[in-house]
């Protein structure tokens, strides 16, 4: 039999830690436009508008290496914008359900 581990303080109570969350969402975001450029790279000829890339991400232009870094801040920064919106208004929420 498996003995199960408590859950920490912050997940027993349903909350959203803000710097894990952070971290990981700003990763993914990261990682993503990573793929996308890398996609636009091996295979230009696919009917996918990267150029799309700009209404997200002001003053990113395919491609230097100037708009490829900064793309690359601008997604890791958006990650922690929705980080810094959405977190708090989640654990608010939770804590007045319960």
């Not at 199960?4 to 710097?19: C, F």
């Not at 993914?28 to 990267?50: D, E, M, W």
């Not at 990650?79 to 929420?93: D, E, K, R």
């Amino acid at each position: 039999m498996s003995q199960r581990q408590p859950m920490s303080t912050s997940s027993a109570r349903g909350h959203v830690p803000l710097v894990a969350f952070g971290l990981a969402l700003s990763l993914f975001l990261a990682t993503s436009y990573l793929l996308c450029v890398a996609g636009y790279l091996l295979f230009p000829k696919l009917p996918i508008p990267h150029s799309s890339l700009s209404i997200f991400l002001p003053g990113f232009a395919l491609l230097s290496w100037q708009t490829f870094l900064l793309g690359l801040i601008e997604s890791f920064l958006w990650g922690w914008y929705v980080t810094v919106v959405f977190v708090p208004l989640y654990n608010f929420c939770v804590s007045r359900v319960r």
